[in-house]
């Protein structure tokens, strides 16, 4: 079983549209939680940060961290055409500086229709 | 602009070579970590480096080394190259506690690397 399981789509949505995307993991040691956004040919970008469970709101991006269910979750309000990009989950079981690496998810392709 | 450079864009080269992929992190990052990006691997963590010290290892093949050189920037050498080795190698930097951002790795856009 992979440490991190992310379903890579393709999702296609009509722009308006609510977007989830989630991920699930299997090692419980893991606390702290990103989201990346990848457009094509780009280095990833980071998203969204949040440390154990509970959710964090940024503007139209919501994230949820389950740690009961070893889930997390990635919902876009208001897609745009914009948004159109991987997005791939990330995850460490410590914080920044020492021994600090991260998991990554395979990603979600994510394609926003005008 | 994430501040991290990455060079060569693209490199094309044949098997059993040896290259080297050059990473500058953003300015006062003092950890620059290695990632290989493959279509079946999805992103995964090679090796980190904090102020010239090897601080975490992941899956790097033996064939694989890297360094950080005092001024921070980083190399990743890639020798006796594998049709298997082509993917896209990025380069990331993390903040400092004192800047508040030690957490977040900011991505260069990475190197293309074929192997033919």
């Known amino acids: 079983q992979k440490e991190v399981e992310q379903d890579p789509g393709p999702l296609s949505v009509p722009e308006g549209a609510i977007v989830s995307l989630n991920c699930t993991y299997s090692?419980?040691?893991?606390?702290?939680f990103m989201w990346y956004r990848q457009y094509s040919r780009k280095g990833p970008e980071l998203l969204m940060y949040t440390y154990s469970s509970g959710n964090k709101e940024d503007g139209r991006f919501t994230a949820q961290v389950d740690k009961s269910s070893k889930y997390i979750s990635l919902f876009i309000r208001d897609s745009q055409p914009s948004d159109s990009a991987t997005y791939l989950c990330?995850?460490?079981?410590?914080?920044?500086?020492?021994?600090?690496?991260?998991?990554f998810g395979k990603g979600t392709l994510l394609t926003v229709n005008p | 602009d994430s501040g991290v450079t990455q060079t060569p864009k693209h490199l094309i080269t044949a098997t059993g070579q040896r290259v080297t992929l050059r990473c500058s992190p953003r300015?006062?990052?003092?950890?620059v970590y290695w990632y290989q990006q493959s279509l079946d691997q999805g992103l995964q963590f090679l090796i980190q480096y904090y102020n010239g010290e090897e601080r975490a290892k992941g899956n790097i093949l033996e064939r694989f080394s890297a360094q950080q050189f005092p001024d921070l920037h980083s190399e990743l050498n890639l020798s006796s190259l594998e049709l298997g080795d082509s993917a896209l190698y990025f380069c990331?930097?993390?903040?400092?506690?004192?800047?508040?951002?030690?957490?977040?790795?900011?991505f260069g856009a990475g190197t293309r690397l074929s192997v033919l």
């Open positions: 990330a995850m460490s079981p410590n914080s920044g500086g020492s021994n600090y690496k991260l998991t």
């Open positions: 090692n419980s040691a893991f606390q702290y």
């Open positions: 300015s006062g990052d003092l950890s």
């Open positions: 990331a930097s993390s903040g400092t506690p004192w800047a508040g951002d030690e957490d977040i790795q900011y």
